[in-house]
C-alpha cells in the first residue's frame, strides 16, 4: 500500500512543483515590473537633482553678470567725477578706484565663463538623463503589455496544474496529503525525497538534506511496509531512488 502511496505522492509533488514555478514565474514578472518603476522613480530624483543643480548654477551667474553691471555702473560715475575735478590727487584716486573696479570686473568675468561652461556641461547631462528616463520608460511599457499578454496563459496554466493536483490529491488519504502539504509549504514544494545509497555502498543518505539516514530506514522501505517514512532531520516523506 506504501509503495502505491509514494508514487501517487511522486505524482502530487511533480504537479506541486509545476504550480509553484508557474506561481514564481507570474511572481518574478511583477517583480521586474517593480524594479523597473523604481529604476524610473530613482533616475527621476536624479533627472531633478540636476535640474536643480542647473538652477542654483544659473542664479549664481546671474548674480555675477549684475554685479558685473553694478561695477561699470560705478566705473560710469567715477569718470564723470573726474572730469569735475582739478586736483591731481583726488583724480589719481579715483583712476585707482576705476583700476580696481575694472580689475573685479575682469574677475568676475572669468567666473562667469567658468560657470557658463558649467553650464553646458549640466546641460547636456540633464540631456542625457532625460533620454536615458524616456528608454526607461518605455521599456517599463513594453514589459507591462508583455505581462498583461502572458497574464491570462500563466494563469490558465496555472489552474490546469492545480486542477491536476486536486485530482491526484484526491485518491490519497486526507492525513497523507495534510502531512505532504505541510512538508511542501515548508519546504518550497520539495516534500518528498529520495534515500540514495553512497559509495562506499554502505552507508545511506536523504536526497533532500544530503544527512545520513540508517539503514533500518532502507530495509523498511525496500520491505514495502504500510506507514510512509520520514527523514529525521528535514521531514521529507522518503522513498528509494530506484522505486
Do not use: W
Not at 542647473?54 to 553691471?69: G, H, M, N, S, W
Not at 505541510?182 to 553512497?198: F, H, Q
Amino acid at each position: 500500500m506504501a509503495e502505491m502511496v509514494l508514487e501517487t505522492l511522486r505524482e502530487l509533488q511533480a504537479a506541486d512543483l509545476d504550480v509553484r514555478q508557474l506561481e514564481r514565474k507570474k511572481t518574478s514578472h511583477d517583480r521586474a515590473a517593480k524594479v523597473q518603476a523604481v529604476q524610473i522613480a530613482k533616475h527621476k530624483e536624479h533627472t531633478q537633482a540636476l535640474r536643480d543643480q542647473r538652477r542654483t548654477a544659473r542664479v549664481a551667474t546671474d548674480r555675477k553678470e549684475l554685479d558685473v553691471k553694478q561695477k561699470q555702473a560705478e566705473i560710469e560715475k567715477l569718470r564723470a567725477q573726474q572730469m569735475q575735478i582739478r586736483d591731481n590727487r583726488q583724480f589719481q584716486a579715483l583712476q585707482n578706484e576705476i583700476k580696481f573696479a575694472e580689475l573685479a570686473i575682469s574677475k568676475i568675468e572669468d567666473d562667469i565663463l567658468s560657470d557658463l561652461g558649467d553650464l553646458e556641461t549640466i546641460d547636456a547631462e540633464i540631456a542625457e538623463a532625460e533620454a536615458a528616463l524616456a528608454r526607461q520608460k518605455q521599456t517599463l511599457e513594453e514589459l507591462k503589455k508583455e505581462i498583461e499578454a502572458r497574464k491570462c496563459d500563466l494563469d490558465a496554466e496555472i489552474e490546469a496544474c492545480r486542477k491536476r493536483r486536486r485530482q491526484i490529491a484526491s485518491v490519497l488519504p486526507p492525513r497523507v496529503v495534510q502531512q505532504f502539504t505541510r512538508i511542501a509549504d515548508r519546504l518550497d514544494g520539495e516534500a518528498l525525497a529520495p534515500v540514495i545509497r553512497e559509495e562506499d555502498g554502505g552507508s545511506f543518505i536523504c536526497g533532500g538534506c544530503h544527512m545520513s539516514v540508517t539503514q533500518n530506514t532502507y530495509v523498511v522501505l525496500a520491505g514495502h511496509g504500510s506507514d510512509l517514512v520520514t527523514c529525521p532531520n528535514c521531514t521529507r516523506i522518503l522513498y528509494l531512488a530506484d522505486a
